[in-house]
């Protein structure tokens, strides 16, 4: 059985909920259900593909916005408001944030040892022919470089924040970012001698005044799913994340 309810419709709906009846003469209660079915049943998968349909419509306004006339101008604005409103109903009417016109990365997986690297595609990872035998990776990021440089990736056995990075090791990451991207040797020839982190902790070690303007390499552990040296709300940046094949499987 149903439940008879109540509503309090705007003019405007009233007018179009009588052209809906007189169009296909259903009675007001299968109209408002099949409006709720259609609106606010459907699988999330598709309630997804929504959102992200009306996010690339929003991006193609935008960059047709500063060439429209005044007429088309405005009748954009209006679509973008129609596409906002819709994204925000499958985003639980939650407000949009910032992120929400920026395109997530797209992601890459690499099997570690009982475990899954989940990471951006363009991280560059050095040792991915060990990959079946690590437990934890490094992102190696270049600091003030006045070159887009990517992030590198190491992958490692032991939790290197547990111990202290070695010369060795800290010269075979060297080597191996080199091996990726030639381009980096003058900078790393000419980083501080102490730019990597021995601690790793959630902030890159201070750089000295007398530093500032030079290059140098920050290291930072990727976040193993868990980890409860983590504030529980962590969110591991650009979503570069380890998970153990326990967790895979719930």
């Known amino acids: 059985m149903g439940k008879k309810l109540s509503l309090d419709l705007t003019d405007q709906n009233e007018k179009i909920l009588d052209s809906i009846k007189e169009k296909t003469q259903y009675k007001y209660g299968k109209i408002i259900n099949d409006l709720i ?17 009306c996010r690339k419509n929003i991006l193609e306004i935008n960059k047709t916005l500063p060439n429209a006339g005044i007429v088309e101008h405005q ?10 409103r819709i994204a925000k109903f499958f985003n639980q009417d939650i407000e949009l944030d910032a992120d929400f016109l920026t395109p997530p990365p797209r992601m890459q997986k690499i099997k570690l040892n009982n475990s899954t690297l ?3 595609f363009d991280y560059i990872i050095l040792n991915q022919q060990a ?7 490094y992102v190696i990021e270049i600091q003030n470089a006045n070159i887009s440089i ?5 992958l490692c056995q032991e939790d290197l924040r547990m111990t202290i990075m070695s010369p060795i090791l800290r010269e075979i990451i060297n080597m191996l970012c080199i091996d990726a991207w030639p381009q980096l040797k003058n900078i790393l020839d000419n980083s501080p001698e102490d730019a990597y982190r021995d601690d790793f902790g959630y902030q890159w070690k201070p750089i ?26 962590y969110k591991p940046p650009l979503g ?7 967790d895979l499987k719930h």
Do not use: W
């Open 208 to 233: 000295e005044p007398k530093e500032i303007d030079l290059s140098f390499a920050g290291i930072n552990s990727v976040y193993v799913q868990g980890d409860t040296r983590y504030p529980m709300d």
């Open 118 to 120: 989940i990471c951006p």
């Open 37 to 53: 079915d259609l609106s606010c049943r459907i699988p999330v998968k598709v309630q997804d593909e929504l959102f992200e349909f």
């Open 131 to 137: 990959a079946d035998k690590m437990n934890y990776a």
């Open 240 to 246: 570069a994340v380890i998970i153990r094949n326990l």
């Open 150 to 154: 990517p992030h590198f990736v190491y």
């Open 75 to 84: 009748a954009l604005l209006d679509k973008k408001e129609a596409y906002l």
